[in-house]
Antibody
Framework: QVQLVQSGAEVKEPGASVRVSCKTS????????ISWVRQAPGQGLEWMGW????????NYAQKIHGRVAMTTDTSTGTAFMELWGLRSDDTALYYC?????????????WGQGTLVTVSS | DIVMTQSPLSLPVTPGEPASISCRSS???????????LDWYVQKPGQSPQLLIY???NRASGVPDRFSGSGSGTDFTLQINRVEAEDVGVYYC?????????FGQGTRLEIE
């Protein structure tokens, strides 16, 4: 079955960087896109960006553009999201998701979430 | 960016009764291929969001048939025919017709 298993919780100081991994299994990794979504405490869902494991194409939300990088490792079926210049408002649950096809559309499977806390 | 507006934001429902959530978009979600790029997700307490409905009306795998999606263009509805206790959670609509993908604010369904 399709699974997305994310790395564990992180606590970072303001200005630091964080890298979240998303290990996939149960499907052909290069046939589907990966999108990242975050959720601040008690808030709604915010799309962060999308990456294609097939050709590395990507698209980031304007709000975090220039502070984020989404990459994939096709040899292990793992996606990564790195965010730097962390601020307190980056404190959130970060989810990796599988897109229903290659482009940034329907998210049919979700990881369990990774809590990133930014605090001094 | 396309703005997604849901109503109501809070929805108390008696078990066995129907429930309906509205979602409106600031631009049409209807593509030239005839598909509406509107999905519905539910986030149950303590869980990751999960896909309910995609492309306006298609139920995701394993979703009970008491959930249905309808609408086109800018107005969409999620209908639950007979609410059960396990349906408690926050329901989100999401548009994927253009980037950035955007979500509605969420509708909290609670059991009365």
């Amino acid at each position: 079955q399709v699974q997305l298993v994310q790395s564990g919780a992180e606590v970072k100081e303001p200005g630091a960087s964080v890298r979240v991994s998303c290990k996939t299994s149960g499907y052909s990794f290069t046939s589907y896109g990966i999108s990242w979504v975050r959720q601040a405490p008690g808030q709604g869902l915010e799309w962060m960006g999308w990456v294609s494991p097939y050709n590395g194409n990507k698209n980031y939300a304007q709000k975090i553009h220039g502070r984020v990088a989404m990459t994939t490792d096709t040899s292990t079926g793992t996606a990564f999201m790195e965010l730097w210049g962390l601020r307190s408002d980056d404190t959130a649950l970060y989810y990796c998701t599988r897109n229903r096809n290659m482009v940034a559309t329907t998210m049919d499977y979700w990881g369990q979430g990774t809590l990133v806390t930014v605090s001094s | 960016d396309i703005v997604m507006t849901q109503s109501p934001l809070s929805l108390p429902v008696t078990p066995g009764e129907p429930a309906s959530i509205s979602c409106r978009s600031s631009q049409s979600l209807l593509q030239n291929n005839g598909e509406n790029y509107l999905d519905w997700y539910v986030q149950k307490p303590g869980q990751s969001p999960q896909l309910l409905i995609y492309l306006g009306f298609n139920r995701a795998s394993g979703v009970p048939d008491r959930f249905s999606g309808s609408g086109s263009g800018t107005d969409f509805t999620l209908q639950i025919n007979r609410v059960e206790a396990e349906d408690v959670g926050v329901y989100y609509c999401m548009q994927a017709v253009e980037l950035p993908t955007t979500f509605g604010q969420g509708t909290r369904l609670e059991i009365e």
